[in-house]
């Protein structure tokens, strides 16, 4: 196992867009399984939460920063067994959620990223793509954010689930957002 990698436990989350499907890798703290449903991870007060719970959550604040054109489609947590292993797929659940944005301006290969500090003084990147702009690319303060970008950090940020930094330790500080275009999509979507 590496440094800052995804040990011990993540979860993907599938969407697509107008333009493209995409898959977005967050970590979390260990996955364990439930009786029943999802299973469960300890949140950072060490008590359990539903996995499904934390992954509805996230989604219903992040809906609202993309347009009705993007679906999130299903999710999947991986787990692993040991530092040493490789991740093994332990649960999926399907979303079919709709983005809700009125947002206008370019979208096409947009990237939004949001940058954070753990407790740990680590990198938490949390990045969307295809998402409306109103036209406005450049770097945004955490006291520019508006109330959905403000919903997103409170629910990544919060101790009552388990998001994780890479470095184990719980994304905590808001440093900013960049938005910007994501090279890589310009090509795939064979944008000038």
Do not use: C
Request: aromatic share 16%; glycine share 6%.
């Amino acid at each position: 196992m590496t440094a800052n990698g995804l040990f011990p436990s993540f979860v993907k989350m599938f969407y697509h867009s107008a333009f493209a499907a995409h898959v977005r890798t967050i970590p979390t703290r260990a996955w364990y399984p439930g009786i029943a449903g999802n299973g469960f991870y300890n949140n950072w007060f060490e008590l359990p939460v539903d996995a499904s719970d934390m992954i509805d959550a996230l989604v219903a604040v992040e809906k609202v920063l993309h347009p009705p054109t993007t679906i999130f489609d299903y999710w999947e947590i991986w787990n692993y067994p040991d530092p040493d292993a490789l991740p093994q797929p332990v649960q999926t659940g399907s979303l079919a959620v709709v983005g809700t944005s009125a947002g206008t301006g370019w979208s096409e290969a947009v990237e939004q990223t949001f940058m954070l500090r753990t407790t740990g003084f680590g990198i938490f990147k949390y990045v969307l793509l295809d998402v409306p702009t109103d036209n406005f690319f450049g770097k945004v303060a955490p006291a520019s954010f508006t109330t959905p970008y403000n919903n997103l950090m409170a629910k990544l940020t919060d101790e009552n689930w388990a998001w994780s930094g890479r470095d184990n330790f719980r994304p905590s500080i808001v440093k900013q957002a960049t938005i910007t275009l994501n090279e890589k999509l310009r090509r795939s979507y064979h944008l000038t």
